[in-house]
């Protein structure tokens, strides 16, 4: 649960500080979460995505929260909508929905993120972009629900057929840039260990920016939560703390996206999510992603509102140890075995670092 709904006063001071006009000081999360959206209450589906955008709706992912669908948007760029149903009293995928309280959450770390590729000290483009918010009230649409099938023949879902809402249950719409394709789902698409490298530059890049600017943790960083895509660029750059750093592309670009137990402060305002007595979460067994939740927790002693940046550098070590274990097209070329002993020597070092800002300046692999 987050343990940041924000109250009358930090959230003008947090929307002081975010630089967004707030006119009206007395606002429930509802109004809060309009405010966000630009809305004065909740809208019609129809009224946010237009008929032949439903249409052309595929579904390209799901979580526990919500389900999410590519289509295009009026500029014709195709775009990522991260369906979250909130507020209602029915059980979706075994859970209580999310109150508007908590959705500001993930809405707050997300507009803060997907700000940072503006920013003058600490920028990068390695955050997914939010283009939009929406808040809309009805039935799941139809269009949707066919998308939903359609994954679920070709994939398999995990999730209820979003079918049982009423006319009165409203979501939340995060559009986002498209990313790509995650991790989990690249599994051997990807050309080879010198992209698996890259790929874990422009991570651990990402991160430390976000500690620098924003004493960010993102806390869940698994290999769904990490995407990529071609580019034709041969560098990307970002800026730390003034200095501009490239990072050479490979042909794939990262995205970070997934904010749900992330962590991050603006000014003395921390925004986190409370999840010591989440009992499942530290159960896990099975793959060493399950272990990471049980070390952030030995780390911060389950105080999860303070700055633990150590907790950034064990979902690289984690990281690392799923691209080592990937599936590649090919051999990698020459560079291959250097590659692997590069990357296997990162894996047995990197721990030792007290950030991803850390990780990033001293591991020989990134100099
Ligand atoms: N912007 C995006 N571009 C492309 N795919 C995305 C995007 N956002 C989410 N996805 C896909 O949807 C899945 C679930 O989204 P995510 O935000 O991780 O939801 P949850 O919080 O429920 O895990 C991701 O693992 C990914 O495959
Ligand atoms: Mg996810």
Not at 172 to 186: A, C, K, P, T, V
Not at 187 to 192: K, L, Q, R
Request: aromatic fraction near 10%; charged fraction near 25%; charge should be negative.
């Amino acid at each position: 649960m987050p343990d940041f709904t924000p109250n009358t006063h930090t959230w003008s001071r947090l929307k002081a500080a975010l630089s967004v006009a707030c006119e009206d000081a007395d606002l429930s999360d509802a109004e809060k979460v309009y405010a966000e959206c630009g809305q004065q209450h909740p809208l019609l589906w129809e009224e946010c995505i237009l008929p032949h955008r439903m249409k052309r709706c595929v579904k390209i992912g799901e979580g526990t929260f919500g389900e999410v669908f590519s289509t295009v948007n009026t500029s014709g760029d195709t775009v990522a909508l991260k369906i979250i149903p909130v507020e209602g009293s029915e059980i979706v995928n075994g859970e209580d929905q999310k109150t508007f309280g908590e959705i500001l959450h993930e809405i707050i770390i997300s507009k803060e993120l997907s700000s940072l590729k503006e920013k003058q000290q600490n920028q990068t483009h390695s955050f997914i972009g939010l283009r939009d918010l929406h808040c809309v009230r009805g039935c799941y649409p139809p269009d949707f629900l066919n998308a939903w099938d359609r994954f679920d023949q070709q994939k398999g879902s995990e999730n209820d057929r979003p079918d049982f809402f009423e006319n009165d249950q409203l979501f939340i719409i995060l559009e986002f840039e498209f990313g790509g394709i995650d991790l989990e789902n690249s599994n051997g698409t990807m050309a080879s260990l010198v992209v698996a490298k890259s790929i874990l530059h422009q991570v651990t890049a990402a991160l430390a920016v976000a500690e620098e600017e924003l004493q960010f943790e993102h806390r869940d960083l698994h290999w769904g939560n990490v995407l990529v895509k071609t580019t034709k660029l041969k560098t990307w750059s970002f800026l730390l703390n003034g200095v501009t750093h490239s990072v050479e592309t490979k042909g794939v670009l990262v995205r970070i996206i997934d904010y749900s137990l992330s962590r991050l402060a603006i000014d003395d305002l921390t925004v986190s999510c409370d999840i010591s007595k989440d009992e499942e979460l530290f159960m896990g067994q099975g793959d060493y992603q399950f272990d990471i939740y049980r070390l952030m927790r030995q780390e911060n002693g389950n105080n999860w509102s303070n700055f633990h940046p150590h907790t950034n550098v064990l979902w690289l070590h984690y990281l690392c140890s799923k691209l080592l274990s990937m599936k590649y097209r090919g051999p990698g070329g020459r560079g291959a075995k250097d590659t692997r002993e590069e990357l296997t020597r990162f894996y047995d070092n990197v721990l030792q670092y007290s950030s991803a800002t850390e990780a990033l300046k001293n591991c020989p692999m990134f100099q």
